[in-house]
Antibody, heavy 121, light 106 residues
């Protein structure tokens, strides 16, 4: 059974940093690209960043480029998102998501349960 | 690429057909997915490649379209289908989602 378990969210002050993690199991992690998607309270889905299966290719939304860094450790089956320079508008549930079919397009067949990041002083 | 979904809210009676639209600001070919999201839950993949049902998705869900115009049809709404539906393109970077269509009970 595929499982994605995010952690690392919480309350952080504006300008602060967090490191989100997504522990993967039930599939060959090193075969699939992975992504982060967030959802602000009561709002829609916003793609943030993706990383290819090997970690050599990364992609970012303009809204987070330069502030967020995606990475992965295939030996630990874990995806990360380093979030720096937090702003109030970064308050959201952050989901990790798995590429549906390896190297066939970035639709997402499995999602984690999400981790809530709240940015407030 | 901007993804525009319509309507924002769709009121449908159980057993009726629901038709949801998604328009892309430029061609995304068939690189289009549909997701269902219920309150407090993560999104669930329904349709990929514009018209292929994901694993375990009932046949009452169907997708059509290519290029810039796409449709998700739910042939006979069941109680568990009342949710928010999102489209997403994946033709290039950045990936973008539509704003969602809420399907509510009439």
């Amino acid at each position: 059974e595929v499982q994605l378990l995010e952690s690392g969210g919480g309350l952080e002050q504006p300008g602060g940093s967090l490191r989100l993690s997504c522990a993967a199991s039930g599939f060959t992690f090193s075969t699939y690209a992975m992504s982060w998607v967030r959802q602000a309270p009561g709002k829609g889905l916003e793609w943030l960043s993706s990383i290819n299966y090997s970690g050599t290719g990364t992609y970012y939304a303009d809204s987070v480029k330069g502030r967020f860094t995606i990475s992965r450790d295939n030996s630990k089956n874990t995806l990360y998102l380093q979030v720096n320079g937090l702003r109030a508008e970064d308050t959201a549930v952050y989901y990790c998501a798995k590429e549906h079919i390896a190297r066939a397009g970035m639709d997402f067949d499995y999602w984690g349960q999400g981790t809530l990041v709240t940015v407030s002083s | 690429i901007v993804m525009t979904q319509s309507p924002a809210t769709l009121s449908v009676s159980p057993g009726e057909r629901a038709t949801l639209s998604c328009r892309a600001s430029q061609s995304v070919s068939s690189s289009l997915a549909w997701y269902q999201q219920k309150p407090g839950q993560a999104p669930r993949l329904l349709i990929y490649g514009a018209s292929s049902r994901a694993t375990g998705i009932p046949a009452r869900f169907s997708g059509s379209g290519s290029g810039t115009e796409f449709t998700l049809t739910i042939s006979s709404l069941q109680s568990e289908d009342f949710a928010v539906y999102y489209c997403q393109h994946y033709i290039n970077w950045p990936l973008t989602f539509g704003g969602g269509t809420k399907v509510e009970i009439k």
